[in-house]
């Protein structure tokens, strides 16, 4: 017993899955507590806030992933020059490899420091004026829009602090400490949950449960900082600068990235500010509630495989395929089946549980959340070929997430005439079918040299097919 503790006390799939389902208690609890206690715009502008924060963090413009990899290339062996390219395997490569780890680390991180420090700013302040033109009528329509805007003014401060913190968690993941790291979550975890279930519980409104969350984002942020102080202090000893060569390996692979990112889920966390201009109170906080829901399930689902990038990146750095095939192949498929999971979960057991808890907010249709998880699974899909392509280093985000946000765009503007609250949900999921996920996959099978029907009949089509079953007979149910 004392072994298998201690091998999941160190198990990064583990440990993320342990943070994810802290967060998700926190949101099993909580969200009934404001499903009940607030008026459904308050439910309405409280969920916004959180879409918000959502995409301020994603303003990183895909620093964190590209700096993550680099992170796990130098612990491979791999120079800051050959970083920039490492499609070519290691014995190949055309500079001589460094075997100064944390010297390479060290330049790494002086730079991303130097980065994020002016990066947090200028996206607090575009999100300062743009943020508060989206919600100025959602909050018009609540009893005491003072209150809320007071609430705004602290998530932003909160996710300041948090883009801050983005540096030292990504970090840590890219030096291979993901447990470690995930530990640090799942402590402020359930910190921000006791928390906020303790304000609710006392007649707190938006303000004060805004206040609780995002003081635990600034915590969160503090004990990355200082848990990467301990385990690398010459990390936190390097020179926070400029450095050029770190710049120039870096730049091509995060300008796509974060295209990519933007283009993606910018875009479907987005949707909820868009329909906030266009739909009754009702109507967005049903459609947030189950964007929640979906984005949770999905981020819960990645464990399995995005817990496994910095080893699938060292092994990239070192050139032993044969083993990166099998641990992706393996986190592939347990992803996909924890998706599956949730959302046939949700399916059969949401209009009950709201029931129960005697929500003012309804849950959206049977078919309306089929297509959402469906445009979700095809993504998830897509989204870990695209990851296993990166590790190449040759970032083509922008093209993948790029193309396929447009024709989100144009398909959910064409759309919402006839179908409303279905048209970004369908939109992704044709966008995703069509372009998204075949362009992913064809790319990561033919760079690493396996058949793509042989990976996936192994990987993600029996969850899928699971799935889609698990959809119709909850439609069936809920029809009856």
């Not at 503790?5 to 404001?34: D, E, F, N």
């Not at 302040?125 to 959602?138: D, E, R, Y």
Request: contains cysteine.
């Amino acid at each position: 017993m004392r072994g298998l503790a201690r091998r999941a006390w160190h198990s990064p799939t583990l440990m993320t899955w342990g943070s994810l389902g802290v967060r998700l208690s926190g949101v099993v609890v909580v969200l009934p507590l404001v499903l009940r206690r607030f008026d459904t715009p308050e439910v309405a502008v409280w969920q916004l806030f959180s879409t918000i924060f959502t995409l301020i963090l994603l303003l990183d413009l895909g620093l964190s992933p590209t700096f993550g990899r680099m992170f796990s290339y130098a612990l491979g062996g791999a120079s800051i020059e050959r970083m920039a390219d490492m499609r070519r395997p290691a014995g190949e490569a055309p500079v001589a490899e460094s075997q100064d780890v944390m010297g390479n680390a060290g330049r790494l991180f002086g730079t991303l420091r130097w980065i994020y420090a002016r990066l947090a700013a200028v996206s607090v302040l575009v999100f300062a004026a743009g943020g508060t033109l989206a919600l100025w009528k959602p909050i018009s329509e609540c009893h005491d829009p003072r209150r809320l805007w007071t609430a705004w003014a602290v998530v932003l401060v909160g996710a300041f602090m948090g883009m801050l913190g983005n540096a030292y968690s990504s970090a840590l993941q890219g030096m291979n400490e993901v447990a470690a790291q995930r530990r640090v979550e799942i402590a402020s975890g359930i910190g921000q949950a006791l928390t906020s279930i303790a304000v609710l519980l006392c007649g707190g409104g938006v303000l004060s449960i805004v206040v609780a969350y995002q003081a635990w984002a600034v915590i969160n942020a503090l004990f990355n900082w200082m848990l990467l102080a301990r385990l690398f202090p010459s990390l936190m000893a390097a020179p926070v600068r400029r450095d050029a060569v770190v710049l120039r390996a870096l730049w091509p692979a995060t300008w796509r990235s974060g295209i990519g990112v933007l283009a993606s889920h910018g875009i479907i966390q987005s949707s909820g500010l868009v329909y906030g201009q266009l739909a009754t109170p009702a109507e967005l906080a049903s459609y947030l509630l189950a964007l929640r829901i979906i984005t949770m399930a999905s981020q819960i689902s990645q464990a399995p495989f995005y817990s496994k990038l910095p080893r699938l990146a060292a092994l990239q750095a070192s050139g032993d395929r044969d083993e990166q095939l099998v641990i992706a192949r393996r986190g592939m498929a347990r992803a996909q089946w924890v998706l599956a999971a949730g959302v046939v979960f949700v399916a059969l057991f949401s209009l009950p549980l709201l029931q129960l808890i005697g929500s003012r907010t309804q849950f959206v249709s049977p078919q309306l959340w089929a297509v959402v998880a469906m445009a979700f699974f095809v993504e998830r899909f897509g989204a870990m070929h695209l990851q296993l392509y990166s590790l190449t280093n040759h970032i083509v985000w922008h093209i993948a997430n790029g193309v396929t946000g447009l024709l989100m765009i144009a398909l959910a503007a064409l759309l919402y005439r006839w179908v409303g609250l279905f048209a970004l949900p369908g939109a992704m999921l044709v966008a995703y079918s069509v372009f998204y996920s075949p362009y992913a996959a064809i790319l990561s099978s033919r760079s690493f040299g396996f058949s793509l029907w042989r990976f996936e009949w192994r990987a993600g089509l029996p969850a899928g097919l699971a799935m889609a079953a698990g959809l119709a007979l909850a439609a069936v149910i809920r029809g009856s």
